[in-house]
């Protein structure tokens, strides 16, 4: 059980252009989704928490206009990067927690902008 | 804000000995400490996770123990076999439950030689 998927594994964009990524909750329901970025070989930071229906919390320094968070379901969030630069290149990963649960993990999603 | 420091940045260790990883955070009001393995190009797994009302626990060959009057908490892992090679995160969350945000260490690259 606690199985989250992420869509899709890998895309690469073309700079200005603007990417959609789902995570899914497979076998529960979440009320709370984190989406995470991971640079190379450097550790996890959050960007946003996001409840069901209700506005994503962003971490300072986070764009939230840049970094549109969607959680219209118990089991579906998305983040959609706009505009991609190449520094928006990075591994986004997402996780999905019940209340009361710990936080399960995505596989992670590699953005690569041209 | 939370802050958490990880020791060592990396660690290698021969196939059958122990491996220890070390963790301090800041917030007294931590009241979640869970540890998560990433392998390359994957998104974390939680391995092991305690609260603060625990000083230990055990899981097969690893173990979290906690110190909450040093704030800090460490992962064992004995026996180590080639596929526990990874990297290792440790984190900290507070608040009423442990749906809340994760902070995370700066990670571990865990290499056992065989």
């Known amino acids: 059980g606690a199985v989250v998927s992420q869509h899709p594994s890998r895309v690469i964009c073309k700079s200005g252009t603007s990417v959609k990524i789902e995570c899914r909750s497979l076998?529960?329901?979440?009320?709370?989704m984190f989406w995470y970025r991971q640079f190379p070989k450097q550790s996890l930071m959050l960007m946003a928490t996001?409840?069901?229906?209700?506005?994503?919390?962003?971490e300072q320094g986070v764009e939230k206009d840049k970094f549109l968070i969607n959680h219209a379901s118990l089991t579906l969030s998305t983040l959609t990067v706009t505009s991609a630069h190449p520094e928006d290149s990075s591994f986004y990963i997402c996780?999905?927690?019940?209340?009361?649960?710990?936080?399960?993990f995505g596989p992670g999603t590699r953005l690569t902008v041209t | 804000g939370e802050n958490v420091e990880q020791h060592p940045s990396t660690l290698s260790v021969q196939e059958g000995d122990s491996a220890v990883i070390k963790c301090t955070y800041s917030?007294?009001?931590?009241?979640?400490f869970p540890w998560y393995k990433q392998e390359l190009g994957k998104g974390p797994q939680l391995i092991i996770d305690?609260?603060?009302?625990?000083g230990e626990k055990k899981d097969q060959r690893i173990a979290v123990t906690l110190n909450k009057t040093a704030k800090h908490f460490s992962l064992h892992i004995t026996e180590t076999q080639p596929e526990d090679s990874a990297v290792y995160f440790c984190?900290?969350?507070?608040?009423?439950?442990?749906?809340?945000?994760?902070?995370f260490g700066q990670g571990t690259t865990l290499q056992v030689k065989p």
């Open positions: 996780s999905a927690s019940d209340r009361g649960s710990e936080q399960y």
């Open positions: 076998d529960f329901q979440a009320t709370t």
């Open positions: 996001s409840n069901e229906g209700s506005k994503a919390t962003y």
């Open positions: 917030d007294s009001a931590s009241n979640y």
């Open positions: 305690i609260r603060s009302n625990v």
């Open positions: 984190a900290a969350s507070w608040g009423s439950s442990n749906t809340g945000k994760l902070i």
